[in-house]
């Protein structure tokens, strides 16, 4: 699996776009992104996912750089509920039949 | 429609002992997989269920061993409980070649 490399906090005001990036220089060709999050005390729950292009659902947005070294999770209007740490976790199936490796990820903390 | 369930929600057991955590996929999924996650640390992978046969397995010491039933839930036992065993226990469960996996909130086990 990719090595990711996250900054350990981030702050962001209530209303506003929340922006986390994210570098995994060393992923291959066939590695998809994946961004979890964990809100305290509870499991990680899954965001996005994307191989090359850029994704959105309806949780958040997903912007890949082209030669894939960097990503960037976009949440379009945080609310205090957001208030989590963030995981981008690189890993070689799109499918279900995969581990994931965690790091330490970011803390998303959204002020009022 | 549940999610995914977990019991107990907490533990506390003592050095040498022996325990198992059960995990209740989400409905419709069939693959399950088991994580650790110590204070303060992300998630580690333990191992991957799948057609009530381990599929993939982490790090982890034979002390640690799984089980998946034709319901498609799962154990996880851990035999002479260490006082490093002290944990978050996540499971997570995903239906193959589909992506994301849905966390249960974890059970707590506490070695004394």
């Known amino acids: 699996d990719a090595k990711t490399t996250q900054p350990p906090s981030m702050d962001c005001a209530e209303g506003r776009a929340a922006n986390l990036p994210c570098n995994h220089s060393t992923i291959s060709g066939n590695e998809y992104v994946y961004w979890y999050r964990q809100i305290h005390s509870q499991g990680p729950q899954y965001i996005i996912h994307?191989?090359?292009n850029n994704e959105t659902n309806e949780m958040a947005s997903l912007i890949i750089t082209e030669d894939r070294k960097s990503s960037t999770l976009i949440l379009p209007h945080a609310t205090l509920r957001d208030t989590a740490v963030y995981y981008c976790i690189g890993t070689n199936s799109g499918g279900s039949n995969y581990k994931l490796t965690f790091g330490k990820g970011t803390l998303l903390t959204v002020n009022p | 429609d549940a999610g995914v369930t977990q019991s107990p929600t907490h533990l506390i057991k003592t050095r040498g002992q022996q325990v198992t955590l059960r995990c209740s996929p989400k409905?419709?999924?069939?693959?399950v997989s088991w994580y650790q996650q110590a204070l303060g640390q992300g998630p580690q992978f333990i191992f991957q269920?799948?057609?009530?046969?381990?599929?993939q397995r982490g790090n982890f010491p034979d002390r640690f061993s799984g089980h998946q039933f034709p319901n498609y839930s799962s154990e996880l036992n851990v035999n002479a409980l260490l006082l490093g065993d002290s944990a978050l226990y996540l499971c997570a469960s995903s239906l193959v070649a589909r992506g994301g996996y849905t966390f249960g909130s974890g059970t707590r086990l506490t070695v004394v």
């Open positions: 994307g191989l090359k």
């Open positions: 409905s419709g999924h069939d693959t």
């Open positions: 269920y799948y057609e009530e046969e381990e599929r």
